[in-house]
């Protein structure tokens, strides 16, 4: 079935306090929506280092962040009144993000209840409980055979999102098997017990650090 990939770049690795950047939703269809957004607060050097989005890009290229929420909040509204599952690697700091800046800007909130959403992170690690590799997106690109053209740029990691799902279902026909709706319902408890399993590792390790449970809105600040 048709799905959209989806990806945001922001400001901060904190998703209740990022800016949004840079947004991308790539269609089944190989067409592709984008936004470039002036945050109208400076990108932190190493934000920049990252992804490349810069205070000059956004100042010369980048529309107001109002506007350009306005309509990537539409466009995922109607995805969700559809039924149209979003792919997002990480969905819980693009929902969150997303979710965030809709209110920071006194936009309509998205119905997240009503999104189904399919995260090839949990997905991997659900499949792979053993991994010991790298994590990120790049890493399990070439694990899974997947092309991304440009890391951090917000179209490529979208669509890099989508292949890998498809590749994730391919090798592992419980996954292939399951209907969007019940994937994203069992995601949201796969996703609570490996941050339970992590959480026991950073409690054994001694590091102060809280791991959230909530997937795919946090409501709570990480840090």
């Known amino acids: 079935m048709p799905v959209v990939g989806f990806d945001i770049e922001g400001t901060v690795d904190e ?3 990022t800016r949004i950047l840079s947004a991308a939703l790539v269609y089944a269809d190989g067409t592709t929506a984008k936004w470039l957004i002036n945050p109208g ?33 539409t ?5 969700i009144a559809d039924d149209t599952p979003l792919v997002a690697f990480c969905a819980h700091y693009d929902v969150t993000a997303l979710h965030t800046e809709l209110a920071r800007h006194g936009l309509p909130p998205l119905d997240w209840d009503r999104a189904v959403i399919i995260d ?17 997106l790049g890493d399990l690109c070439k694990y899974y ?31 292939a098997r399951m ?15 490996q941050g339970r399993d992590l959480q026991a590792y950073f409690d054994r390790q001694g590091r102060d650090e809280t791991v ?5 809105l946090e409501t709570r600040r990480r840090r």
């Not at 190493?46 to 909040?73: C, F, K, Q, Y």
């Not at 991997?124 to 990120?136: A, D, L, N, S």
């Not at 969007?180 to 996703?191: E, G, R």
């Open 41 to 73: 607060v400076p990108i932190p050097a190493d934000a920049t280092a990252i992804h490349g989005i810069t205070n000059e890009m956004v100042s010369s290229a980048g529309r107001s962040p109002r506007e350009a929420l306005a309509e990537l909040g």
């Open 212 to 216: 959230s449970l909530e997937w795919p």
């Open 15 to 17: 998703p209740t306090e």
């Open 120 to 136: 090839p992170s949990i997905l991997h690690k659900q499949v792979e409980p053993r991994w010991y590799g790298g994590r990120q």
């Open 179 to 193: 209907r969007p709706d019940d994937l994203h319902q069992a995601q949201v408890t796969w996703y609570a017990e």
């Open 75 to 79: 466009a995922i509204a109607k995805l």
């Open 145 to 175: 055979e997947v092309k991304l053209a440009a890391a951090h740029d917000a179209a490529s990691d979208a669509r890099a999102a989508v292949d890998m799902a498809v590749s994730i279902a391919a090798r592992h026909e419980r996954i």
